[in-house]
């Protein structure tokens, strides 16, 4: 709009040029270079003003944005029933936040979602500690580090994950960047028990924004990538552990069960010593 006003200006400013060469006017040719000057600066210069002043627009609508979706989900986080907020993260579009609650040992899913009137809907999906499957994070498309029920990956531990092992494994990854490397992406999947909801994708970085891993915004989001993850991987392995040692229990009643069933039989001469012998070798050969 402007450098258009500055070319307008520009025309003009040449005809009064060449009036006053016509008339031998100086002063009417000094104004005239004078007034040229201004029009293709000054026109030039009101411009990028302009785009500024639009850009800048543009981004305190985003963060007006972004602070509208962020308080939708604090909001279903606390009207939640059942669930009690211990630690949360919302992701930084937004679109995702996961909660856990430490006392009833649950982990929550705040999601968007597009209604029918286009106006984004938040949803919440609770698992208990003993459906989440698995925790990954991903990093510019590469998996840096894998926690399973079963087993884990890059070296993660149960009694290392909150002492900073993860932050070890993914130090030497990506320390091998210089510093004028970029982060495309950085993002933890979990994995849980649902058929119809298989994985949840939380990002730590803007996927339109390419930061350098050594600037602040990077490290922040690695930092806190990591502290979910260790967290996840934590109870995944905790869980694993619990699952195990009640089976075991359950096996060791059972053993014993069957060995005093036998004994009851004994006493009461419906065996004899040979048979309760014999049978109390199967059960603890079985078991």
């Given at each position: 709009?402007?450098?258009?006003?500055?070319?307008l200006?520009?025309?003009f400013?040449?005809?009064?040029l060449?009036?006053g060469?016509?008339?031998d006017?100086?002063?009417l040719i000094?104004?005239?270079?004078?007034?040229?000057?201004?029009s293709a600066?000054?026109g030039n210069?009101?411009?990028?003003r302009?785009?500024?002043?639009?850009?800048?627009?543009?981004?305190?609508?985003?963060?007006?944005?972004?602070m509208r979706?962020?308080?939708?989900?604090k909001?279903k986080l606390?009207n939640?029933?059942?669930?009690?907020?211990s630690?949360?993260?919302?992701?930084?579009?937004?679109?995702?936040?996961i909660?856990?609650?430490e006392?009833?040992?649950?982990?929550c899913f705040?999601?968007?979602n597009?209604?029918?009137l286009?106006r984004?809907k938040?949803?919440?999906?609770?698992y208990?500690?003993?459906d989440?499957?698995?925790?990954?994070?991903?990093?510019n498309?590469?998996?840096?580090?894998?926690t399973?029920k079963?087993r884990?990956?890059?070296?993660?531990?149960?009694?290392?994950?909150?002492?900073g092992g993860?932050?070890?494994?993914?130090?030497?990854?990506l320390?091998?960047?210089?510093?004028?490397?970029?982060g495309?992406?950085?993002?933890?999947t979990?994995?849980v028990n649902?058929?119809?909801?298989?994985s949840?994708?939380?990002p730590?970085?803007?996927?339109?924004?390419a930061?350098?891993t050594?600037s602040?915004?990077?490290?922040?989001?690695?930092?806190?990538i990591?502290?979910?993850?260790n967290?996840?991987s934590?109870?995944?392995?905790k869980d694993g552990?619990?699952?195990e040692r009640?089976?075991?229990?359950?096996?060791?009643?059972?053993?014993?069960?069957?060995?005093?069933k036998l004994s009851?039989?004994?006493?009461?001469?419906?065996?004899?010593?040979d048979?309760?012998e014999d049978q109390?070798?199967?059960?603890?050969q079985?078991s």
């Open positions: 709009m402007f450098v258009g006003l500055g070319c200006g520009l025309i400013f040449l005809i009064l060449f009036i060469a016509s008339n006017s100086g002063g000094f104004f005239s270079f004078i007034g040229m000057l201004v600066f000054g210069y009101l411009d990028k302009r785009t500024a002043n639009r850009i800048l627009e543009e981004e305190n609508d985003k963060h007006d944005l972004l979706y962020e308080n939708e989900i909001n606390e939640t029933n059942d669930f009690t907020v630690q949360k993260y919302i992701s930084v579009t937004r679109e995702i936040a909660a856990i609650d006392e009833r040992k649950l982990f705040i999601v968007r597009s209604s029918e286009g984004n938040y949803a919440a999906q609770i208990s500690y003993s989440i499957l698995k925790s990954e994070i991903i990093s498309g590469t998996v840096v580090l894998s399973t079963n884990s990956f890059e070296g993660m531990l149960v009694g290392g994950a909150l002492g993860a932050g070890a494994v993914i130090g030497g990854v320390g091998g960047m210089n510093s004028i490397s970029r495309k992406s950085l993002n933890l979990i994995v649902d058929t119809k909801n298989t949840f994708k939380v730590f970085l803007l996927p339109e924004a930061v350098a050594s602040q915004v990077y490290i922040e989001a690695e930092k806190s990591e502290h979910w993850h967290l996840i934590y109870v995944i392995k552990i619990d699952s009640n089976s075991t229990n359950k096996i060791d009643y059972s053993v014993t069960d069957e060995i005093l009851q039989l004994l006493k009461e001469d419906l065996i004899t010593k048979e309760f109390k070798k199967k059960i603890l079985n």
